[in-house]
């Protein structure tokens, strides 16, 4: 399956005040999935929330930006 996410950064702003937290979608040793909905879209979107303590205490915040950057390109 090909997923395409795009976000135009000046139409879409998605802000903590304008999303909402449908349900959890799965848990990892770093963190955990949220689906949210934007309320100025009315789009659905996953959001990853990484638990920055255990990524600095295994050493791999270079892997994580690495990760984080291959969805921004």
């Given at each position: 399956m090909n997923y395409k996410f795009e976000l135009k950064a000046d139409e879409d702003k998605i802000t903590i005040e304008n999303i909402k937290v449908m349900k959890s979608l799965g848990q990892g040793q770093?963190?955990?999935?949220?689906?949210?909905?934007?309320?100025?879209?009315?789009?659905?979107?996953?959001?990853?929330?990484?638990?920055k303590k255990a990524v600095i205490e295994q050493g791999i915040e270079?892997?994580?930006?690495?990760?984080?950057?291959?969805?921004?390109q």
């Open positions: 770093f963190g955990k999935v949220y689906l949210i909905k934007c309320d100025a879209t009315t789009n659905y979107y996953a959001l990853k929330i990484v638990k270079k892997h994580i930006k690495v990760y984080k950057n291959s969805y921004f």
